[in-house]
């Protein structure tokens, strides 16, 4: 299967199917020095990991990160980082009826169309298990941003369904299983997804994910913009059917008296464009915003087809997301942190010596 990789000058390669033995991937181009041991992995895979709430799938995965290569005594070497995490807990005979059918608005059905082969098993490799290895290459990045440049990626959950947060705190974020940024909810979201799962019916969410400290200069015109590569890698995250980069869609009723970021000596006066202009940061936070759609795997009937080319309805059993959306911060913030490392070393390479360039505002 191609297109398992991305990145330029840092390149992830990821592999594994949901019900196979294990999952990993080859992070490529990680410069030398950068300390890592196993132990710093744990965070943030445990915040995306199934199992850990009652508000997510039941999967229990140990999710246990094992370096196989690029990493010698606790710091990495320069060449190819392999990370390999074992698949602990499958349970593929809930997939026995899947088999034989397809879930309407699942992967099923193009692989199929695509391959004319499958691994039915756990959605194979269109699993969401796959990001689990995502988040361990972002745990790479963000540590490699944070140590060279200041850099700060983190997320949260901006919307599920209809209910959208009251009120901003980032300190509420981490201490709920939502990643809501406002704690007073909590209670009615968990009320929600209760009534959800039991209605048997799934539902969409939005992500916001920040990156603060990127500094002036990241990212390339034409093909290589900042904001192009984020779209892209923000978009390759499993459910994801719309990206937004600062103001987003908002911009199509905006005037440009409102939409511009006005400057001042003290820095830009608002922050519309998600701190990307001509697809180069521009030294204020980069935003951006995904939308993920409601998960195909419910328990409501839906009209299918076949194998043998048979009208079916389509009941799907075992253990699935109602809204993939509450794990999808972790995802988000690795992906954004990928895209932010591949850029800083892309421009290191070609702009190194430029250096700071006066007037720098933000
Ligand atoms: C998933 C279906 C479920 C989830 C899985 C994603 O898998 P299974 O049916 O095998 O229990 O648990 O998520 C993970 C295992 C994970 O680590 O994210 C799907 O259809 O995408």
Redesign the pocket.
Known sequence: MASNSFGKLLTVTTFGE??GPAIGCVIDGCPPGLVITTEEFRHDLER????RSRYT???H?A?EVEILSGVYEGKTTGTPITLLIRNT????K??GEIMQTFRPG?ADYTYWQKYGIRDP???GR????E??VRVAAGVVAKKWLAVHYGVQVRGYLAQMGVIAPDAFDWSAVEQNPFFWPHAAQVPALEDYIKKLRKSGDSVGARVNVVADGVPPGWGEPIYGKLDGDLAGALMSI?AVKGVEIGDGFSAVTQHGSEHRDEMSLDGFTSNHAGGILGGISSGQPVTASIALKP?S?ILIPGHSVNLAGEPVDVVTK????PC?GI?ATPIAEAMMALVLMDHALRHRAQCGDVGPVAPRIA
């Not at 995306?48 to 199992?51: D, E, I, S, V």
């Not at 075992?318 to 997301?321: E, M, Q, S």
């Open positions: 949901s019900h995306r990991a199934t199992g799938s039941q999967r995965e999710d807990d499958p349970r593929s809930d997939y699942h098993r756990g959605g269109s699993s969401a298990r990001t689990t499993n998960t795997s075992g253990r699935h997301d993939v794990r």
